[in-house]
C-alpha cells in the first residue's frame, strides 16, 4: 500500500470543503491486539470515538476496558475548559509510565487539544513518548498514521477547515439509539467558545447522504436517532441551496424511525417552521437543549449571542405554548468577565420565569484565542463558585418540582439497558428525555414501554412497567 507522505510534524490548512468517501482501511495486522479508548467532551466527540472505533476494528484491533492489556491508547480530547486539559494532561502522566514498562504501546491524541497549535507544540516538545497525534479534520487518515509504525511522533493537524467524509465504518456503542452527524464545525463566534477553531467552519451533510444513513438505520432495527451539531438549526446555510434545518427534521420525522431528537439549538436560529415541525410529529420528541449562556443582554453582547434577555424569553414561552408537554434544558456560564452581582441576578430571573427542566452550569474558563480572552477578568474565583452554588441550587429545586409532575403518569420509555446502580432494574428516557430507572425486565431492552412514574428526584424518576 502507498502511505501518504506524513511529516513528522505538520499543521495543514484546506480551503475548500471536499465531499469524499472515507478510506475505511481493512487490514489484518493488528489481529489479537487490543485498544483502549477514552473520550472527553461532548456528544460530537462520542460519536468521533465511534468512528475511531471503526477504523481501529478495521485494522484487527478489539476494544478492551482493561488498560493494562492495551497495545493502544487513544485519547480523543476536548478543549473546551481549562480542566478539560487538565485530566488529559494527567491522564498522559500515567501513561509515560505505562510506556516504560511496555515501550511497544502506542499512544495516540486526537480531538479538539491538537488544534489548538499551543497543544500540538506541548505535544511535540514535552511528550515525545506520543505516537500519534491527529485533529479533529483528520480521523480519516488515523489508519493509515497507525500502519505506518514509525519510531518517531507523527503529528498531522488540519487547521481551519475540513472535508465531509462518508460511508464511515463506524463502531456504535447502541443498537437502538444512533448519533447521526448533520453538519460540522460552527460559525457562530460567541466570543468565550473555542469550538469555531477546534472544529472549523460550518460544513453541512448533504441531505441525501443523511437521509440514506437514517433509513440504514431504521432498516437495522434503531428506534432512536439523534441529528448531532453544534448549531443544528443552521443546518443548509452554507449549501448552495434552498433547504433547512426545518426541512430536514421534517424529512427525518417522514422516514419513520421511531424517535427523533436533535442537539444543540442555537436561539438565535430556532425558526417558526422548526417549532411548527416539533409540533406537528409524533416522533419528533419534545425535547429541546436551549443554551441561554446568561440572563443579562450586556453579557450576552458581550458574548457575541446576538439576542437579548426578552428576545430568550419569548422564544421559550413561544416554545412553550405551540408544542404540548415539552421539556426544554439550557447551558448557563456564571462569572463572564464583567459579569456584575445584578447581571447575574438577571440570569436568576430568567431561570425564575423559564423554569428550566435542567441545566448545564459552567464557571467561565478563559480559552487563549478567544476574544473573550482578552477581557481583563475581574471576578474573584470565590464569586464566581458562590453564583454557581446558587445557580445549581435554583435549577436543580425547578428538576425536581418538574420530574415530580410525572408522578402518577404513564411514559412512554424508550429502554437502553440495565441500570447501573442496581442490577433488578432497567432504565431509558421518556419522550421529554427523563431518565427512568424501572422495575421491569431485561427482556424490555430496546423497546418503548408504558410505565407507570412512582417517584421523582432531581435527576431521574421511578417507574413501574404497565
Ligand atoms: N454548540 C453548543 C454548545 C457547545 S459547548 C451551543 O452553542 O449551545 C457546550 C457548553 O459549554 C456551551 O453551551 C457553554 O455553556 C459552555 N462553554 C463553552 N465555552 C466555555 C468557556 N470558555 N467557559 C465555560 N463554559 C463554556
Ligand atoms: Fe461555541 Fe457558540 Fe458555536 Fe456553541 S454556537 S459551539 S457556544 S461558538
Ligand atoms: Fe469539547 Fe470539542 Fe466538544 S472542545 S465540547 S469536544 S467540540
Same mark, same amino acid.
Given at each position: ?41 461532548? +456528544? @460530537?466527540?462520542?460519536?468521533?470515538? *465511534? ?7 478495521? #485494522? ?14 487513544? #485519547? ?9 486539559? &487538565?485530566?488529559?494532561?494527567?491522564? #498522559? ?12 504501546? @502506542? ?45 518517531? +511522533? ?13 460511508? @464511515? ?13 448533520? @453538519? ?23 441531505? %441525501? &447522504? ?71 410529529? *409524533? ?8 443554551? #441561554? ?45 464583567? *459579569?456584575? /452581582? ?33 477581557? +481583563? ?7 464566581? %463558585? +458562590? ?5 445549581? %441550587? ?29 442490577? /433488578? ?42
Amino acid at each position: 500500500m502507498n502511505l501518504p507522505n506524513i511529516n513528522e510534524a505538520k499543521i495543514r490548512t484546506n480551503n475548500k470543503v471536499e465531499y469524499l468517501e472515507a478510506k475505511n482501511i481493512k487490514s489484518t495486522k493488528f489481529i489479537n491486539k487490543y485498544y483502549y479508548i477514552r473520550t472527553y467532551g461532548c +456528544q @460530537m466527540n462520542v460519536h468521533d470515538s *465511534e468512528e475511531i472505533k471503526g477504523i481501529l476494528e478495521n #485494522l484487527g484491533f478489539r476494544e478492551t476496558n482493561d488498560l493494562e492489556q492495551a497495545h493502544i491508547v487513544v #485519547l480523543n480530547t476536548c478543549a473546551i475548559r481549562e480542566n478539560a486539559h &487538565d485530566k488529559v494532561f494527567g491522564f #498522559l502522566g500515567r501513561l509515560k509510565h505505562l510506556k516504560r514498562e511496555k515501550p511497544d504501546l @502506542m499512544i495516540c491524541i486526537g480531538g479538539c487539544m491538537p488544534q489548538e497549535e499551543s497543544v500540538a507544540n506541548t505535544l511535540k516538545e514535552k511528550y515525545p513518548f506520543v505516537n500519534i497525534v491527529f485533529g479533529t479534520h483528520n480521523i480519516n487518515d488515523l489508519g493509515e498514521m497507525i500502519l505506518d509504525e514509525r519510531a518517531q +511522533q507523527q503529528i498531522d493537524v488540519y487547521s481551519i477547515e475540513g472535508n465531509v467524509y462518508e460511508h @464511515m465504518d463506524y463502531v456504535r456503542d447502541s443498537k437502538i439509539t444512533a448519533w447521526v452527524n448533520i @453538519m460540522y464545525g460552527c460559525d457562530k463566534f460567541c466570543t468565550y467558545c473555542i469550538v469555531p477553531f477546534t472544529r472549523g467552519k460550518q460544513r453541512s451533510r448533504k441531505k %441525501e &447522504d443523511i437521509l440514506r444513513e437514517i433509513l440504514d438505520l431504521k432498516e437495522q432495527g434503531y428506534l432512536e436517532v439523534t441529528l448531532l451539531g453544534q448549531n443544528v438549526n443552521a443546518y443548509g446555510k452554507d449549501l448552495d441551496c434552498n433547504y433547512d434545518f426545518a426541512s430536514l427534521l421534517e424529512d427525518v420525522a417522514k422516514t419513520g424511525i421511531p424517535r427523533v431528537r436533535f442537539v444543540t439549538s442555537h436561539p438565535w436560529d430556532f425558526t417558526n417552521d422548526m417549532i411548527e415541525v416539533i409540533a406537528k410529529y *409524533e416522533n419528533v420528541m419534545p425535547y429541546i437543549h436551549l443554551p #441561554l449562556q446568561s440572563g443579562s443582554t450586556k453579557i450576552l453582547k458581550l458574548m457575541g449571542r446576538r439576542y437579548t434577555k426578552e428576545e430568550y424569553i419569548d422564544l421559550y414561552t413561544k416554545i412553550k405554548n405551540k408544542v404540548p408537554n415539552v421539556s426544554i434544558t439550557t447551558d448557563i456560564i456564571v462569572g463572564f468577565p464583567n *459579569e456584575t /452581582n445584578e447581571d447575574f441576578l438577571e440570569t436568576i430571573d430568567v431561570v425564575n420565569k423559564c423554569k428550566f427542566d435542567g441545566a448545564y452550569t459552567f464557571i467561565y474558563s478563559k480559552r487563549e484565542g478567544t476574544p473573550a480572552a482578552k477581557i +481583563q477578568d475581574t471576578i474573584s474565583l470565590e464569586e464566581k %463558585e +458562590q453564583r454557581l452554588y446558587k445557580l445549581n %441550587e435554583l435549577i436543580n429545586a425547578y428538576s425536581l418540582e418538574h420530574n415530580k409532575e410525572y408522578i402518577g403518569k404513564i411514559e412512554e420509555v424508550l429502554v437502553l439497558g440495565v441500570s447501573e446502580k442496581d442490577n /433488578n432494574k432497567v432504565y431509558g428516557y421518556t419522550k421529554t428525555m427523563k431518565l427512568v430507572n424501572i422495575l421491569g425486565s431485561k427482556s424490555d431492552i430496546g423497546k418503548i414501554i408504558s410505565v407507570k412514574i412512582t417517584d421523582a428526584k432531581s435527576f431521574s424518576l421511578d417507574g413501574e412497567k404497565q
